[in-house]
């Protein structure tokens, strides 16, 4: 694959990725400017991510059927477009909506990112480090959101953070213009009733976590039913329930539920903790969370390289168990830790997630049909999304109002906990399921 296109197509990814650890660092700042609560902060994030993840597989389905260099072009400009109205947003509301749009553009342009890699490396070998390439560059995002982050809420306001995305969205989008895309695009519709169906199943359930409201919850399992129903009696179905026939293919996109959900709630949490019970300014939390997001940029390409060799069971098991440990050491933390005691809670976690990115999504996408790549690909990341809102809604509710530092402390033990038991549940799922037939090649991949 051409080096290239692979950093073009990262560009997308990398988009995507820095607007979540940007935001994230900027949510104490922007909460007192526009007199946001909790709930309003909560909904800064989950406003983009609800979107991106009830769209992505509508996403992967338009690209698949109109092809993906067009689709990744329309959802850099509205990604673009929807970052200047959050930089320029009023009120709470205002940015939520604005969030939301980002959201869109969003889920328009990631899944082409992984569909046109899948199509361009027949060979498992040469895909599997391609998407380790993937990525560590795209993990760049990570390590960069809280120091650009920081740094621009310190010296240009919050703002600034959300107008950053334009100029790179604009050099984005003049390399998507150039590219080839490899491939024939497959035949069939956007299946509208099931995107529908399944935002509102995942826009009820982060609405009843976040506002406590049963009935939403009622609405949430009922959308989700339907969406089900929907998309067995669909002939050209959002969710193709037949790709997750493969036991490597349900199990990776489990695994990363379970990654997304932990690593982007517990973003949060540590950002609220870091700025509001130890009082650090902005950019002192960019430079504290490093430890989280380096790994991610160091370990993704090695993650990349081992499983080409051995396939992707090693490194998520060990990334899971890794990530165990580290989510263990939160019941270290109290109201006034040292940075050194939170230290290892954030390096075991980076650590367990870099080793984790680029193994589950090869384990997730390599047994998919070649025209049917951006519907895995968005199948995937779905998931991701949507775990990685739901688990903001749930860590920021478990957690509680930061003003209340015993509270907030206990509920951090509370998480790390809960998390930890959930990675290791996740470890045992991928020891059956993520077998070693990626490595050799699926049959429906090349």
Not at 30 to 38: K, N, S, T, Y
Not at 53 to 60: E, H, T
């Amino acid at each position: 694959m051409r080096p290239a296109l692979l950093i073009t197509l990262c560009t997308g990814m990398f988009l995507v990725q820095l607007d979540v650890t940007v935001v994230n660092v900027a949510l104490p700042t922007l909460g007192e400017q526009l007199h946001a609560g909790l709930t309003a902060l909560q909904w800064v994030v989950d406003g983009y991510s609800v979107v991106l993840a009830a769209l992505l597989l509508v996403g992967g389905a338009l690209g698949d059927v109109l092809g993906h260099r067009g689709v990744v072009l329309t959802g850099l400009v509205g990604f673009g477009a929807a970052s200047a109205a959050c930089g320029f947003a009023r009120s709470a509301s205002w940015l939520i909506a604005a969030r939301a749009g980002q959201g869109i553009g969003a889920a328009l342009l990631l899944p082409g990112t992984l569909a046109v890699i899948n199509r361009s490396c027949p060979d498992p070998s040469s895909r599997a480090r391609a998407l380790g390439v993937w990525a560590g560059v795209s993990a760049l995002a990570l390590p960069a959101g809280p120091l650009l982050g920081g740094a621009l809420v310190s010296l240009a306001g919050w703002r600034s953070v959300f107008l950053l995305n334009v100029p790179i969205v604009v050099a984005a989008a003049l390399a998507v213009r150039k590219m080839v895309e490899p491939g024939a695009r497959a035949a069939g519709r956007v299946d509208v009733p099931g995107a529908a169906t399944a935002a509102l199943a995942l826009g009820a359930g982060v609405y009843a976590v976040i506002g406590h409201r049963p009935v939403a919850a009622v609405i949430a399992v009922a959308a989700a039913a339907t969406f089900l129903v929907i998309e067995h009696r669909s002939a050209d179905p959002m969710l193709p329930l037949a790709l997750l026939e493969s036991r490597r293919t349900a199990g990776a996109t489990i695994v990363s539920a379970a990654m997304n959900f932990v690593g982007l709630g517990t973003v949060l949490v540590f950002t609220l903790y870091l700025q509001r019970v130890l009082h650090l300014t902005p950019i002192d939390a960019g430079l504290a969370l490093l430890p989280l997001f380096l790994p991610l940029v160091l370990l993704g390409p090695l993650s990349g390289r081992l499983t080409a060799k051995l396939g992707p069971r090693p490194s998520i098991i060990a990334g899971l168990l890794l990530g165990a440990v580290g989510l263990g050491a939160l019941l270290r933390v109290d109201t006034a830790t040292a940075y050194p005691t939170l230290l290892p809670a954030l390096l075991g976690l980076g650590a367990g997630m870099g080793l984790l990115t680029a193994a589950v999504v090869t384990a997730a996408v390599t047994d998919a049909p070649r025209d049917r790549a951006g519907v895995a690909g968005g199948i995937n990341n779905a998931a991701r999304q949507a775990a990685g809102a739901l688990g903001v809604a749930v860590f920021g509710a478990v957690a509680g109002d930061p003003a209340n530092h015993p509270a907030f402390v206990h509920g951090l033990h509370t998480l790390g906990v809960a998390a930890a038991a959930l990675w290791l549940a996740a470890a045992a799922l991928a020891a059956v399921t993520t077998g070693p037939r990626t490595r050799a090649g699926a049959t429906g991949a090349g």
